[in-house]
Each structure stands twice: as C-alpha cells, then as structure tokens.
C-alpha cells in the first residue's frame, strides 16, 4: 500500500522567526567584531610602537586604549553599539602627549619645564627638562612622581611654597640628607650639554638626574596613527564581523 507524507511550511512564519533570529543576534555581532578588532588594533599599535620609539616605557606603549566613549572610561562595545573609539587615555590626552610625535613641530613645554623655567634661578632659557639614566623609574618605566616632588621641594621650585624642604637644596632639614643642586652659570658643570640638576651623594660625588636644555624639541611626524588605524581598521573588521556572524548563528535559538 503506497504511503505518502506531505509536509508544508508556513513561509510567514518561518520568515518571521529568521527574520526576528537575525534582529537579535545581529546587534551581538557587530558589538562582539568591534571588540575583538579594538583589541587587535591596541596590540597591533602598542608593537608598531616599540618600532617607532627607540626604548619606549609603558607609559607610551600603553598610551592607546579602545572605548565606546569619544572621552572618559575606557568601556568595551555593548550590544546595540555600532561605533567604538582607539584612542589615547584621558591622562595622556590631557598632557597632549604623542601629539608632536604624530603632527610633527616644536613640542609645547611640559608642566615641569614651565616650573623651572619660572622659578630657576639662571639667566639661561630652559626649553626641555629631560631624565637622565641616574634618575630614579617607576615600574613603568616612567619618571617617579616621587622622586620628582622631592627634587623640585629640595630647590624650591614648586609651585605651592609650602611644600618646599626647610633647607634649600636638601631633601630634609639637615645637611645629612639628599642633597639636590643646579650649578651656576659659571661652574664647569653648566657648560653645553652638561647643564641640568645635580644629585650629590655621601662623598661628595654628583650625578646628574635631569637634563636642562635651551632648545625646545622638534619633531618630525612619524607616529601616523590616524593613518596606520585607519588602513588596520579596513584590514581586521571584515574578518572579525564574518567570524562574529557565524558565531551569533550558531548559537542562536530559532524560535
């Protein structure tokens, strides 16, 4: 006895439920390829960086970061997000650090070399106030914020006064403690490229910590983040959005 079997499909409704399936994974999709493209760009930036920059410290390699805000927290992508930034951090931003190394020009003065230039005691124009190998990193790699305040204390060069050491040119009230000084204009010290301030240790023995130049630092543009982004950016997203869609399909439920 023949036996048939007849199935039909409510095409409606299985429209309906694809295209409902597809309304609800694909937001997931595009939130999860913005993500997983931001963080291989920041890690692609952060080696072009060790290339571009001769023993760059973290402080610059970790300067960029991804956010789905223009500014503030650094925040991943959401579901219903269509746009997610690469960008400095709100700290580096603010100092307009890396942004000579990416338009080229004649860097600004940092906060630093503004105190210094006001407060020191030379005729002598100081343009850069650079670290030398004698002073004193943090972990990453960056001049220690502590041993800075303790040096412009010891010299009285800080902007709030009361902070400065008791005796000029010592870290504490007494001679016994670490002592910090800029030579005179005359000394040999202050000559050419040896200018800058001095640590003397138990001995008498000094080493210079800090550069003091008269020229301000000129850059030639060779950051080009904008453009490496932009050319990274074209090369990833297609790849993570085609990975992220088969992902958001296999897990959904057809409902």
Do not use: C
């Not at 994974?25 to 291989?40: E, Y």
């Not at 670290?131 to 412009?152: Q, V």
Request: aromatic share 8%; proline share 4%; no cysteine.
């Amino acid at each position: 006895m023949p036996v048939s079997f007849k199935f039909e499909s409510n095409s409606k409704d299985v429209n309906a439920r694809l295209s409902n399936m597809v309304g609800q994974q694909m937001p997931m999709a595009i939130s999860k390829a913005l993500n997983d493209t931001a963080r291989t760009m920041v890690k692609k930036n952060r080696q072009d960086m060790r290339m571009i920059f001769d023993n760059a410290v973290d402080w610059t390699l970790n300067a960029f970061g991804s956010s789905r805000f223009k500014n503030g927290p650094m925040k991943m992508a959401k579901k219903g997000d269509t746009q997610i930034y690469i960008r400095r951090r709100d700290d580096r931003a603010k100092r307009h650090y890396l942004d000579v190394q990416e338009d080229g020009g004649t860097r600004e003065r940092t906060g630093l070399e503004s105190l210094v230039n006001a407060n020191l005691a030379t005729s002598r124009f100081v343009g850069a106030v650079t670290p030398t190998k004698h002073f004193k990193r943090n972990k990453n790699g960056a001049m220690s914020g502590g041993e800075l305040n303790k040096i412009m204390s010891a010299l009285h060069l800080s902007r709030d006064k009361s902070t400065h050491s008791k005796l000029k040119g010592y870290t504490g009230k007494t001679k016994r403690s670490q002592a910090y000084f800029v030579p005179a204009s005359t000394h040999p010290l202050a000559q050419g490229k040896r200018f800058g301030v001095y640590k003397r240790n138990a001995v008498g023995n000094a080493k210079k910590v800090l550069n003091i130049s008269e020229r301000r630092p000129i850059y030639k543009p060779k950051l080009k983040f904008n453009d490496r982004m932009v050319r990274y950016g074209k090369q990833v997203f297609p790849k993570k959005m085609q990975k992220a869609l088969a992902y958001a399909m296999r897990t959904a439920k057809f409902k």
